[in-house]
Protein backbone atom coordinates (compact mmCIF):
# COMPACT_ATOMS: atom_id res chain seq x y z
CA UNK A 1 0.00 0.00 0.00
CA UNK A 2 0.91 3.62 -0.58
CA UNK A 3 0.12 6.60 0.92
CA UNK A 4 -0.77 8.94 -1.87
CA UNK A 5 -2.00 12.75 -2.66
CA UNK A 6 -4.20 12.72 -4.98
CA UNK A 7 -4.39 15.07 -8.55
CA UNK A 8 -7.71 16.12 -10.16
CA UNK A 9 -8.15 17.10 -13.93
CA UNK A 10 -9.93 20.06 -14.57
CA UNK A 11 -12.62 18.27 -16.21
CA UNK A 12 -12.70 16.28 -13.10
CA UNK A 13 -13.54 19.41 -10.44
CA UNK A 14 -17.07 21.06 -9.78
CA UNK A 15 -16.07 23.82 -12.10
CA UNK A 16 -15.10 21.66 -15.16
CA UNK A 17 -12.41 22.75 -17.55
CA UNK A 18 -11.69 26.50 -18.87
CA UNK A 19 -9.88 26.55 -22.46
CA UNK A 20 -9.22 30.16 -21.87
CA UNK A 21 -6.70 29.68 -18.43
CA UNK A 22 -6.07 26.30 -18.47
CA UNK A 23 -3.46 24.37 -20.67
CA UNK A 24 -4.03 20.79 -22.15
CA UNK A 25 -1.70 19.37 -19.66
CA UNK A 26 -2.85 20.72 -16.48
CA UNK A 27 -3.85 19.45 -13.38
CA UNK A 28 -4.73 20.73 -10.02
CA UNK A 29 -2.86 19.16 -6.56
CA UNK A 30 -5.24 18.87 -3.64
CA UNK A 31 -4.74 17.61 0.12
CA UNK A 32 -7.00 15.08 -0.54
CA UNK A 33 -4.69 11.91 0.56
CA UNK A 34 -5.85 8.07 0.49
CA UNK A 35 -3.78 4.61 0.71
CA UNK A 36 -3.98 2.49 -2.62
CA UNK A 37 -2.02 -0.68 -3.50
CA UNK A 38 1.07 -0.21 -5.64
CA UNK A 39 -0.54 -2.96 -8.40
CA UNK A 40 -2.43 -0.36 -8.86
CA UNK A 41 -0.12 2.00 -10.57
CA UNK A 42 -0.45 1.83 -14.39
CA UNK A 43 2.80 4.22 -15.17
CA UNK A 44 4.98 7.51 -13.83
CA UNK A 45 4.55 10.71 -14.60
CA UNK A 46 5.84 14.10 -13.66
CA UNK A 47 3.88 17.15 -12.52
CA UNK A 48 6.16 20.57 -13.19
CA UNK A 49 5.89 23.79 -11.92
CA UNK A 50 5.07 26.52 -14.73
CA UNK A 51 8.63 27.39 -15.10
CA UNK A 52 10.33 23.84 -15.45
CA UNK A 53 6.96 22.60 -18.00
CA UNK A 54 7.59 26.07 -20.20
CA UNK A 55 11.43 24.84 -20.50
CA UNK A 56 10.22 21.50 -21.07
CA UNK A 57 7.69 22.53 -23.99
CA UNK A 58 10.83 24.51 -25.25
CA UNK A 59 12.51 21.54 -25.40
CA UNK A 60 10.62 19.06 -27.47
CA UNK A 61 9.88 21.92 -29.93
CA UNK A 62 13.44 22.19 -30.50
CA UNK A 63 14.02 18.45 -30.69
CA UNK A 64 10.80 18.53 -32.94
CA UNK A 65 12.15 20.34 -35.27
CA UNK A 66 15.78 18.67 -35.68
CA UNK A 67 17.40 21.62 -33.41
CA UNK A 68 20.52 20.64 -31.02
CA UNK A 69 19.32 21.31 -26.94
CA UNK A 70 20.18 24.37 -26.25
CA UNK A 71 22.91 25.10 -23.75
CA UNK A 72 21.83 26.25 -19.93
CA UNK A 73 22.89 30.57 -20.25
CA UNK A 74 24.16 29.49 -16.54
CA UNK A 75 26.76 27.27 -15.28
CA UNK A 76 25.40 24.13 -13.52
CA UNK A 77 26.14 23.90 -10.22
CA UNK A 78 26.50 20.81 -8.24
CA UNK A 79 25.07 22.57 -5.25
CA UNK A 80 21.80 23.70 -7.12
CA UNK A 81 21.31 20.51 -9.49
CA UNK A 82 17.58 19.25 -9.64
CA UNK A 83 17.98 15.76 -8.02
CA UNK A 84 18.10 12.62 -10.65
CA UNK A 85 14.84 11.07 -9.11
CA UNK A 86 12.84 14.74 -10.01
CA UNK A 87 14.29 15.08 -13.56
CA UNK A 88 12.41 14.41 -16.76
CA UNK A 89 14.24 12.11 -18.81
CA UNK A 90 15.29 13.26 -22.51
CA UNK A 91 13.04 10.42 -24.21
CA UNK A 92 9.31 10.84 -21.96
CA UNK A 93 6.34 10.78 -23.70
CA UNK A 94 4.83 14.53 -23.36
CA UNK A 95 1.59 13.24 -22.61
CA UNK A 96 3.22 11.73 -19.01
CA UNK A 97 4.18 15.33 -18.76
CA UNK A 98 1.54 17.78 -16.02
CA UNK A 99 1.41 21.39 -15.39
CA UNK A 100 0.16 22.31 -12.12
CA UNK A 101 -0.20 25.77 -10.65
CA UNK A 102 -3.30 25.74 -8.65
CA UNK A 103 -4.71 23.53 -5.72
CA UNK A 104 -7.83 21.64 -5.63
CA UNK A 105 -10.33 22.14 -2.70
CA UNK A 106 -11.96 19.09 -2.86
CA UNK A 107 -14.70 19.80 -0.01
CA UNK A 108 -15.65 23.00 -1.56
CA UNK A 109 -15.21 22.65 -5.07
CA UNK A 110 -12.61 25.44 -5.58
CA UNK A 111 -9.45 26.40 -7.34
CA UNK A 112 -7.08 28.12 -4.95
CA UNK A 113 -4.47 29.96 -6.60
CA UNK A 114 -1.37 28.97 -4.58
CA UNK A 115 0.52 26.01 -3.74
CA UNK A 116 1.10 26.85 -0.20
Known amino acids: MMSLFWYYRPEHTQ ?3 NLSTQCENEIFA ?5 ENSVACI ?15 CA ?10 DSAPVVP ?6 TPPHRR ?3 NIDPSLVFLC ?3 YD ?3 GRILKNLQ
Do not use: M
Open 101 to 103: RHV
Open 88 to 90: VPP
Open 15 to 17: GGR
Open 42 to 56: EDKCYVLTLAQYCRF
Open 30 to 34: SRHQD
Open 59 to 68: LVKRRGEGLP
Open 76 to 81: PSPDYA
Open 106 to 108: FRY
